[in-house]
């Protein structure tokens, strides 16, 4: 495969040697015995394998959510233990992650108070998040008066207006029809290219994977491993229809699914 574009970029986030074992009433269950893989500042990466892998428990260990057993994560060396300021998290279900008794400004708005940054800055920040995702002029409407991918722009937005270093999505496209998945994977593009945002993203759609990623991280055995990291070099700007009927595009959806297969 060919080297990332990203290869010269520092690491952000640094996963090594992570396991993770719940512990349950009827005993110790091991989920992910070993990763190992680094996310390079301004990457995106998408974290790939069969159902049931470990993959939401490994965002979980990312997100401080779940406790780490062994080996470390760590984003610009600092080793993650709780969940990090430096992270936004944007969910499948949109529904369940915005307030529906808050308008779409004040949905936005949320995260910021444990900011406090200056009047100004906050407010420019809300502006500037809600027109990268499209949604100027609705301020002002609730979340159920949206369609599914405009309330996913929303959640997205208020990630955006936090300024992670590192987003973190799982399955976050999931629930909206294919034209408006289509938007939503370009709108990730285009917000790592205006913040130079670190992304993680879990997703079961392998052309999803390849389209947005600079490297898929493909898991697989149980407890889970990195099977293979696949380093993608389709550079900037990305297309739809460009892009897919590239014939490396082929071969590379082709790839993940058969290292997919081998690891059900
Ligand atoms: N809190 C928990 N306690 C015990 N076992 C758990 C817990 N959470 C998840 N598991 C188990 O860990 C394994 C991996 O689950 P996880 O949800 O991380 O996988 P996944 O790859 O995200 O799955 P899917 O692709 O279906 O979304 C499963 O066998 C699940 O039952």
Known sequence: MNASSFADAP?????AGLAKTYDTKKGPVEVIADLTFDVRTAEIACIVGPSGIGKT???KCLTGLQSITSGSARIDGKQIDGPPEEMALVFQEYTRSL????TVEKNVRLPLKHLRLPAAEREARITAALEA???AGAEAK???QLSGGMQQRVAIARAIAYRPEVLIMDEPFASVDAQTRFELEDLCLKIREEFGMTIVIVTHDIDEAVYLSDRVVVLGERPARVTEIIDIDFGEPRDQIVTRSRPEFAELRTAVFELIRKAG
Not at 11 to 15: D, E, I, W
Not at 99 to 102: K, S, T
């Open 11 to 15: 690491v952000r986030l640094s996963v």
């Open 57 to 59: 428990t490994l965002l």
């Open 99 to 102: 307030m529906p008794w808050l």
């Open 133 to 135: 995702v499209g949604l």
């Open 142 to 144: 609730y979340p159920w």
